[in-house]
T-cell receptor
C-alpha cells in the first residue's frame, strides 16, 4: 500500500516570492508521482507528473518538481508566485503496475498575499 | 470538446433518501473512478471501473453503489446507509495503465449536502 504526506496544510507567501510545497511518499513498489491543483469549487487539474527519466519535471503555470528517490520526496516549486496561484495543491502516487488507483495527500492550501 | 461532466453541481438530500450522482465522459477512456473529498483529508477512492460491466470497491465503498453499463457513464448512488454523506464528490477517467498518459482527468465535481 502507498501513503502520501504533504507536510504543510497551509502555506502563505507574498506575491512574486518563491514557494515550495513539500510531499513525501511511502511505497513498497515503484510508483508514478503527480501534482494536481484545485481552484475553489472545481475539479482537479494536472500540474505535472513524474513517470521516469529526468528527476526534474516541469509543468504548467511555471511549476516544477523534483523526484528524490532516496528521500522518497516529490516537492513542488515555483520561483515567483502570482495571485492567481492561490489554490489547493495535491500530491498523489499510483503504482506503476496495477489498476492506476491514485493515493492522495491531504492537500496544501497556498495563499498568495499582495 | 472532450471532457468529463458531472451533474448536478449542487445536490441537497434529506436523511434517509438515496441519491444518484451522474458522471459522463466523451474521452473514450476505459477506466473511471469516484472520489470523495472532505476538508483536510484529500481525496479518497470510493469505487473504480476499468471496463464496462465491471467495477471494484475502493477504500471507502460502504454506503455507496455504482454501475457501469456504458463506457461513457459511471453513476454513483449514495444510499441511506452512508452515515455521513455530506461531501464534494469527484469523478475521474483515464486510459488503461501502460498505454500512455498514465494520469486521471477530473470532472468539476458535485457538492452533496444532507439536510
Amino acid at each position: 500500500a502507498q501513503s502520501v504526506t504533504q507536510l504543510d496544510s497551509q502555506v502563505p507567501v507574498f506575491e512574486e516570492a518563491p514557494v515550495e510545497l513539500r510531499c513525501n511518499y511511502s511505497s513498497s513498489v515503484s510508483v508514478y508521482l503527480f501534482w494536481y491543483v484545485q481552484y475553489p469549487n472545481q475539479g482537479l487539474q494536472l500540474l505535472l507528473k513524474y513517470l521516469s527519466g529526468s528527476t526534474l519535471v516541469k509543468g504548467i503555470n511555471g511549476f516544477e518538481a523534483e523526484f528524490n528517490k532516496s528521500q522518497t520526496s516529490f516537492h513542488l516549486r515555483k520561483p515567483s508566485v502570482h495571485i492567481s496561484d492561490t489554490a489547493e495543491y495535491f500530491c498523489a502516487v499510483s503504482e506503476i503496475q496495477g489498476a492506476q488507483k491514485l493515493v492522495f495527500g491531504q492537500g496544501t492550501r497556498l495563499t498568495i498575499n499582495p | 470538446d472532450g471532457g468529463i461532466t458531472q451533474s448536478p453541481k449542487y445536490l441537497f438530500r434529506k436523511e434517509g433518501q438515496n441519491v444518484t450522482l451522474s458522471c459522463e465522459q466523451n474521452l473514450n477512456h476505459d477506466a473511471m473512478y469516484w472520489y470523495r473529498q472532505d476538508p483536510g483529508q484529500g481525496l479518497r477512492l470510493i469505487y473504480y471501473s476499468q471496463i464496462v460491466n465491471d467495477f471494484q470497491k475502493g477504500d471507502i465503498a460502504e454506503g455507496y453503489s455504482v454501475s457501469r453499463e456504458k463506457k461513457e457513464s459511471f453513476p454513483l448512488t449514495v444510499t441511506s446507509a452512508q452515515k455521513n454523506p455530506t461531501a464534494f464528490y469527484l469523478c475521474a477517467s483515464s486510459i488503461p495503465p501502460g498505454q500512455g498518459a498514465d494520469e486521471q482527468f477530473f470532472g468539476p465535481g458535485t457538492r452533496l449536502t444532507v439536510l
